[in-house]
């Protein structure tokens, strides 16, 4: 009985935390349009943010807006983001679960 005690307390004390879901950003509008609230891309092209890692998608934001990826429409949206902005999309994708994609919308 001592073992399965001591065997239930550890894995308590190392089992992850449940985090709670990261509130939708302010700033996700001008995100979703191309690659969708989802994370889900939603125009040929854009790719699919849901379920990327963290930092990754933290840094390239910032690569974005500082100039350091040369992609002019990224450059003009991330531009006036500040790095608590950033986080919050990058947290928010991070945090969404790749599903089937969205089929494409018309290009008018």
Same mark, same amino acid.
């Given at each position: ?13 190392? !089992?992850? !935390?449940?985090?709670?879901?990261? !509130? ?35 840094? !390239? ?48």
């Amino acid at each position: 009985m001592r073992i399965l005690t001591t065997a239930a307390l550890a894995l308590a004390f190392t !089992a992850p !935390a449940l985090a709670a879901p990261p !509130a939708k950003p302010a700033r996700l509008g001008l995100c979703a349009a191309c690659h969708g609230e989802d994370g889900m891309a939603r125009i040929p092209g854009a790719p699919n943010l849901a379920g990327q890692k963290l930092d990754y998608l933290r840094e !390239a934001l910032r690569q974005y807006r500082d100039g350091r990826r040369d992609i002019p429409v990224m450059r003009a949206a991330t531009g006036p983001l500040s790095d608590a902005e950033l986080d919050q999309l990058a947290q928010w994708f991070s945090a969404q679960n790749p599903a089937a994609p969205h089929p494409p919308r018309a290009v008018q």
